[in-house]
Nanobody, 127 residues
Framework: QVQLVESGGGLVQAGGSLRLSCTAS????????MGWFRQAPGKEREFVAA????????YYADSVKGRFTISSDNANNTVYLQMNSLKPEDTAVYFC????????????????????WGQGTQVTVSS
């Protein structure tokens, strides 16, 4: 199994920045892709960004492209999500997830593609 712990959430004003971290432990050798998702109250969980564990092929949802950056630090078993120019509509609980499956890029935008999930970290952007 893989255990994931997110951190870095908080309250920020619109236009501000936050950096989320997701640290993996356990069977990390099985990880192929790490993803970030978010879920706002009353809404479905949605894809934000994904990257291979080796740090290649970052992929973003259109809603965050150009504002968010995903990166991987294998030495510390951690994936980061740098969030800039935050908007009130970015407010949500953010989750990281892992999968060992290899497929096309679009596959990793689906919640069902992932095997393990963290507990989530709250991000609140005030207007």
């Amino acid at each position: 199994q893989v255990q994931l712990v997110e951190s870095g959430g908080g309250l920020v004003q619109a236009g501000g920045s936050l950096r989320l971290s997701c640290t993996a432990s356990g069977r990390t050798f099985s990880i192929y892709v790490m993803g970030w998702f978010r879920q706002a109250p009353g809404k479905e969980r949605e894809f934000v960004a994904a990257i291979t564990w080796s740090g290649s092929n970052p992929y973003y949802a259109d809603s965050v492209k150009g504002r968010f950056t995903i990166s991987s630090d294998n030495a510390n078993n951690t994936v980061y999500l740098q969030m800039n120019s935050l908007k009130p509509e970015d407010t949500a609980v953010y989750f990281c997830a892992t999968t060992s499956l290899r497929s096309g890029t679009y596959y990793y935008t689906a919640v069902g593609a992932y095997d393990y999930w963290g507990q989530g970290t709250q991000v609140t952007v005030s207007s």
